[in-house]
């Protein structure tokens, strides 16, 4: 992985028109953006499509990136995120549906785990109050921002940050039991 100070010149060179260094910038960071939109896509064609998205906002965005506001990294990373985000806005994902895939999606860690386990997990995420669960499941899986949790379910920021922030408690005290 290229440095941070590499990163940035090379970011440098693209807002120049530099086509050589917006492939390096690709084969550099193209699998960390993958996984970010793949974590909040859920599917993988999209994903590659939207990547291609990304790369194109990276070019034409490259010579307003400023190294002293964040890392290229970060950078990319965030018009990654909001390019998923925007995604899931015009497919019109409301947080229900996110909710009925979150057994699957959630129980599905990397490494194989029993059926107990499995269930176990479902089980605490039905423990949760619906609003808690509906906001964890739309902030972590869904994308949105807290600010847009509140506009969705008119409700007031610091009431869906409670929502998450005690919900997640719950489930982190239901999964060690």
């Not at 291609?52 to 034409?60: D, L």
């Not at 190294?67 to 019109?92: C, H, N, V």
């Not at 990397?110 to 739309?138: F, V, Y």
Request: proline share 3%.
């Amino acid at each position: 992985m290229e440095s941070d100070k590499q990163l940035t010149q090379v970011i440098g060179r693209i807002g120049l028109g530099d086509r050589h260094a917006f492939k390096k910038l690709y084969d550099a960071t193209a699998p960390r953006l993958l996984s970010i939109l793949r974590r909040m896509v859920h599917d993988h064609q999209q994903s590659e499509d939207l990547l291609q998205e990304v790369y194109i906002k990276v070019w034409h965005q490259a010579g307003s990136y400023r190294a002293d506001k964040s890392s290229p990294l970060t950078w990319m990373g965030s018009i990654a995120r909001y390019t998923a985000i925007d995604f899931i806005r015009k497919q019109e994902r409301q947080p229900t549906t996110v909710a009925e895939s979150v057994v699957t999606e959630v129980a599905a860690p990397k490494t194989s785990p029993t059926n107990i386990e499995q269930q176990h997990l479902s089980n605490c995420i039905q423990l949760l109050s619906s609003d808690q669960r509906n906001a964890i499941i739309a902030a972590y899986l869904g994308g949105y921002t807290h600010s847009e949790l509140s506009h969705r379910y008119n409700s007031p920021l610091g009431t869906i940050k409670s929502w998450i922030r005690r919900g997640l408690r719950s489930l982190k005290e239901c999964l060690s039991i």
